[in-house]
């Protein structure tokens, strides 16, 4: 069992930043991939960052790549993304999930998943 935290959202404008945390509890955190996904309201959730285990290796979704970076501390046992120049359709609830099996760009490969945290980002 896995329990993760996210924190670090907020109201922001445009163009501005925000770094995301997600903090794990339980089982060993340096043997899990992580991801982040968000959705926004009416919207499925969807993919926007993964990491492997040692974070050497790291997937972006088109719309944020160059914009967000994924990180990890695994003495931490803290996952953080980092978004800059924050867009109108950045808003979402984030959420940060332990990747259990499959293809990473999808929701239902990941495991165990925190409550999210709320991004606004006003135009």
């Known amino acids: 069992q896995v329990q993760l935290i996210e924190s670090g959202g907020g109201l922001v404008q445009a163009g501005g930043s925000l770094r995301l945390s997600c903090q794990a509890s339980?089982?060993?955190?340096?043997?899990?991939?992580l991801g982040w996904f968000r959705q926004a309201p009416g919207k499925e959730r969807e993919f926007v960052a993964h990491?492997?285990?040692?974070?050497?290796?790291?997937y972006y979704a088109d719309s944020v790549k160059g914009r967000f970076t994924i990180s990890r501390d695994n003495a931490k046992s803290t996952v953080y993304l980092q978004m800059n120049s924050l867009k109108h359709e950045d808003t979402a609830v984030y959420y940060c999930a332990t990747h259990f099996s499959g293809s990473y760009y999808h929701s239902s490969a990941y495991e165990y998943w925190g409550q999210g945290t709320q991004v606004t980002v006003s135009s």
């Open positions: 339980g089982r060993t955190f340096s043997s899990y991939r």
């Open positions: 990491i492997s285990w040692s974070g050497a290796n790291t």
